[in-house]
């Protein structure tokens, strides 16, 4: 990215790392609680209704025990989150090959889906990002525990790397489907935890369930990954002397760009593997959030922001920038059905 960006939320003292969910939704949910308002959960939208003059006059929805629920209003914002947990819809759209997804299991789709039966448009529909810190054992991401780029490579289980670490997550999350088993190895040291780019805390986590390797040597760590011993000392020995030297033309991968050598002891091996992380197309909106229809005309009374709608992000989204497009445009659809209420 050219720009800074809200990678990694911090607490008031700007340095102690704090959750997304504890920085950006606690805070926002108890706001509409204190307004008076309710927010229903476990609720399944089924249909988004309109009244004979087009217009969106609520939608219909279950409960977890099937009992139907009508909301009616003056406007409708759908800010479902994208379809990522819904592999058919994967398959549908872009046809990958990848099985796991670190989405929430709520993000299937559905209501985009209601929407399009209401008349809505659809944009880059064809542009799905998915995401090279995927936990195999369950596709949820493992980025805090991944290691920076710049300073960690990643090897296959023949030991070799086969990709630039600090290039685009397509080009790597691509790379890990081509290798054996669709696994690849995060390689890192004490320094990368001492230097606080791995959180400590978290990887004791994933070591106490088997979600990480711990190891005093580079030989016994590949031991303990299984990733071929003799592979793995030769291309560990060439990225140590690059890394040293800070030139990375005489490796068989190069990289933009070079960190630290992993060579403080122990030693740490991430499994990683190619998860759906993010779905860029959506419904078709306006500059105002107004959902618009495949003539270009904005349903009335129909809103969306966030992951549900396309043309934010293009076809690559960058980090933490989708959490800047549901504020702006969350923002943005409270102004509009504040100022439509007629």
Known sequence: GLYPR???????????????????????AKKVKAAGSTIYTSMKVTEIERDPSGRVTGVKAVDVKGAPHIFSGKNVILAAGGYGANLQMVKKYNNISVIATSNQPGTTGEVLEAAVKAGAALEGMQWIQIHPHGNPKNGELESAIAGRPQDTPYVNK???????????????????????????YSIFDQETINQKKVRDDLMQIALSHGYAYK???????????????KGFAQTMKAYNA??????????SVPKILIGMPVAKAPFYAVPLTTTIHHTMGGLRITEKTQVLDDKGNPIPGLYAAGEITG???????????ALTDLLVFGHIAGLEVTAHQN
């Open 6 to 28: 809200g990678q990694w939320p911090r607490q008031a003292d700007g340095k102690t790392p704090i959750s997304t969910y504890d920085a950006y939704i606690a805070p926002l």
């Open 158 to 184: 023949l030991g070799l790397r086969f990709v630039d670490e600090t290039g685009r997550r397509d080009e790597i999350s691509h790379g890990i489907l081509e290798q054996p088993g669709q696994v690849v």
């Open 215 to 229: 190891a005093d040597t580079l030989e016994d760590l590949a031991k303990a990954a299984g990733i071929d011993e």
């Open 242 to 251: 690059a890394a040293a030297a800070q030139d990375t033309k005489g490796l």
């Open 311 to 321: 043309g934010i992000h293009g076809g690559n989204r960058l980090g933490r920038n």
